[in-house]
């Protein structure tokens, strides 16, 4: 805001003692938010990593249990369609 107002990096050659604290306050309220913000993100981010995992795991479950499945039911095909061969 000030940085884009024409001050540049040095607001302290331009403002009065009063502005310059309440430039560094918002500063420092912004900056406070920010670290709020991230901290928000990043443990909402490792909330979300875990569920996939979780998905991850179920479906490598669920990838297992129908190839065992599968190869069961192949399995007793066969074994049928031998028998009746025989």
Known sequence: SLFRAGY???????????EL????????????????????????QSVLFKKLQDNRSDII???RDASFHCGLCVGL???SLS???L
């Open 8 to 18: 540049g990096e040095h607001p302290e050659r331009f403002l009065s003692k009063d």
């Open 77 to 79: 095909k066969l074994g």
């Open 83 to 85: 028998s009746l061969l």
């Open 61 to 63: 479950g669920l990838e």
């Open 21 to 44: 604290d309440d430039y560094r306050a918002s500063l420092s309220y912004y900056n406070s938010q920010y670290l709020e913000l991230l901290a928000m993100l990043n443990t909402e």
